[in-house]
């Protein structure tokens, strides 16, 4: 299984839950090199992967990377895909936002200085994932130039999704998605926090116009999540017992959430006081 993870999805929150289901030693996190270029929109965690031993690519039962459509052709096996997509106008802002709070962002001191407004951020060709990022995602596709992206684009992702991907959920519909996937792999635990989520107040004010600007700029987006958001529910349509299910998780998510909290909570000191801590003298 590889989850495609596209940035500003709920990707991290769905992580946490795949984690739970794959035994540790199976589960393969896919990285660019330190000196290479961050984010999804690049071949490189692609590279990365066919670059390793055929039995160490082979290993893992669960592969997990921000990266673009195509790692599966380094899989030894066979495989599947799954994903989750965010309506486009949401996301973009849900991206902005995210410059803004991050400082080690690369866009980050140009956005907070004032220099890299909303609309330059969405039109100006400083960061290719708010041009059709999700569908250059599933079509594999990083080389296309800001700007230029066709309708072969789109024909690519949904290509990729009717050959290659098991479950395409929807942020919008996160609970949902775990009942798809229940019923798709069978998974029981599937409780949740959400992580990594904007903090509380933190919404940014964006107008009319500039929420039209963001859909005319990411067409292809806005199409391709209308193409999976009707075959979403339509899937939802044909799974029996959806509702009893989805109204059982959501119950029990309830009861879940405050230990789920503490453990998340606990899990960030420890990781934060590992990377505080001076290197060990041998």
Not at 18 to 28: A, E, F, Q, T
């Amino acid at each position: 299984m590889i989850f495609l993870h596209i940035g500003k999805t709920a990707g991290w929150t769905l992580r946490q839950i795949l984690y739970r289901n794959v035994p540790s030693d199976l589960v393969m996190r896919v990285r660019p090199p330190a000196d290479r270029p961050r984010g999804f929109l690049n071949e490189e965690p692609l590279r990365a992967f066919a670059s390793l031993p055929q039995d160490e690519r082979a290993r893992p039962r669960l592969i997990v990377s921000h990266m673009i459509f195509g790692i599966h052709a380094s899989v030894p096996r066979s495989s599947t895909y799954i994903t989750l997509l965010r309506e486009p106008v949401a996301r973009t802002i849900s991206q902005y936002g995210h410059v803004l709070r991050t400082a080690h962002h690369r866009l980050h001191e140009a956005a907070v200085s004032g220099g890299l407004t909303l609309e330059r951020y969405v039109c100006g060709g400083e960061a290719l994932e708010v041009d059709n990022g999700q569908a250059r995602a599933l079509a594999g596709d990083a080389a296309t130039p800001f700007g230029q992206c066709s309708d072969a684009l789109l024909e690519a992702a949904l290509r990729n999704l009717d050959g290659h991907v098991s479950v395409a959920g929807l942020t919008e519909r996160f609970d949902e998605t775990l009942i798809m996937l229940e019923a798709e792999f069978g998974w029981q635990n599937l409780y949740y926090v959400r992580t990594n989520t904007a903090p509380a107040g933190g919404h940014l004010h964006v107008s009319d116009a500039e929420r039209q600007m963001i859909a005319e700029r990411n067409r292809y987006d806005c199409e391709l999540y209308r193409i999976v958001a009707e075959r979403f529910q339509a899937r939802i349509d044909e799974t029996p017992g959806v509702a009893r299910r989805l109204e059982l998780h959501r119950r029990g998510n309830a009861l879940y959430a405050p230990w789920g909290r503490f453990a998340h909570r606990l899990r960030r000191t420890a990781v934060r006081a590992t990377r505080s801590r001076p290197p060990t003298r041998l």
